[in-house]
């Protein structure tokens, strides 16, 4: 299989070393959040990723929700290429209770180690490139974490510390035990909250960053439709975004993107994602898919050039991000 990266420029995300092309992959939705799991589309896409440039490949253990069938698939994909790429893989959760899954959470050192080795034999490799903490554990000191990610650095096990959803006194706290070198937090046109506070410490402590979630769910393109259309195993239902009210004035902004879109021959995905590469060289997407096609249009994402005059129109479309906030306000993290 060809690795073409000629398309996709290598950034440098923070100052500890790691580098991936501009845009990656996050694989959640091939198993979980948004309908039917489909293997084999999910690794027809992988392959198309790799075959386009892309090296950063996004998943965790809470997308196997216990089972490690996402780290598997991931896994089972890459294993040809395996040491061409960089995979990243998340702890933090605890799913030993179906009721309470994303909102339970468990990042004990010992747990950290035990959820580090099923990712390692899930993916089947020696080494996890990231290894984020998921979600911030209020019963565990964030040093404690960072104390135990430096060991599993220092044993050869994993190469980079992540956070996700940390806020800013969190990731100083964590940077000051051992060097964070990336944190991942939804960043979008319509998710806008990282701007003030988050952003300027990352980049204050050289820390790169990864938009998740970077299509707002599939919101920013072409496809989307109203809540009650969404069957009942897809989270977007339930998403405040797509609910009566807030979902007809998400569509208008859409429409109005696309014109500008069209206007550029792209299509509103690509608009979505060059605006948050326009952001920052120290921001990778991780735009997810379960289609080759779709891939091939988010990683066509990083040639598109957008001018002032682009970037001035985006922020009058949307000048403060979608309505209706990501999650419901027990998920929201501290910080916001
Ligand atoms: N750290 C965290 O807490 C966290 C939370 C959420 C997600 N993530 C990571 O971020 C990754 C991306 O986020 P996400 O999957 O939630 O949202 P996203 O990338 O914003 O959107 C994904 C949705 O958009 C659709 N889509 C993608 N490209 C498209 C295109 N060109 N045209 C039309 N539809 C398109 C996909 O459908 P199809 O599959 O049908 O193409 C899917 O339904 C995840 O896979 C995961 O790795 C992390």
């Known amino acids: 299989m060809a690795h073409d990266t000629t398309n996709l420029p290598l950034r440098t995300l923070g100052g500890q070393g790691l580098r991936a092309g501009a845009i990656g992959l996050g694989t959640m939705g091939m198993t979980m959040a948004y309908g039917t799991p489909d293997d084999r589309n999910g690794i027809a896409t992988i392959h198309r990723a790799y075959e386009r440039g892309v090296t950063l490949f996004d998943t965790a253990e809470l997308y196997g929700l216990g089972t490690g069938s996402n780290e598997q698939l991931l ?32 990042s004990r050192p010992e747990h950290i180690r035990e959820v580090a080795e099923a990712s390692l034999r899930h993916l089947g490799t020696d080494r996890i490139d990231v290894l984020y903490q998921h979600r911030v554990d209020p019963d565990v000191p964030i040093e404690d974490v960072a104390g135990t990610v430096g ?38 046109v319509f998710e806008r909250a990282v701007e003030a506070e988050v952003l300027p410490v990352v980049r204050e402590l050289g820390i790169g960053f990864v938009p998740y979630s970077p299509l707002g769910r599939g919101f920013l393109t072409g496809a989307v439709k109203p809540a009650a259309a969404y069957p009942a195993d897809d989270m977007r239902g339930q998403d405040e975004r797509w609910q009566p009210g807030n979902y007809e004035k998400n569509l208008a902004a859409v429409r109005e993107l696309t014109s500008l879109a069209e206007g550029k021959g ?37 040639q598109v050039t957008l001018t002032p005059q682009d970037l001035g129109r985006i922020q009058e479309i949307l000048p403060h991000g979608s309505a209706g906030s990501r999650y419901h306000e027990a998920m929201l993290p501290d910080w916001r």
Request: glycine share 8%.
């Open 151 to 188: 060991e599993l650095i220092a044993e050869g096990k994993v190469g980079h510390f992540g956070l996700s959803e940390a806020g800013p006194e969190t990731i100083r706290r964590a940077h000051a035990v051992h060097p964070v070198s990336v944190l991942q937090t939804e960043y979008s």
């Open 75 to 106: 896994g089972r994909a890459v294993k040809d290429f395996r040491d061409e790429i960089l995979i990243a893989t998340k702890f933090g959760f605890d799913l030993s209770d179906p009721a309470r899954i994303g909102t339970a959470f468990d």
């Open 266 to 302: 792209i299509t509103v995905a690509q608009l979505a994602l060059a605006w948050l590469l326009a952001q920052g060289d120290d921001i990778v997407p991780i735009p997810g898919t379960r289609s080759p096609e779709r891939l091939a249009e988010n990683v066509a994402a990083a």
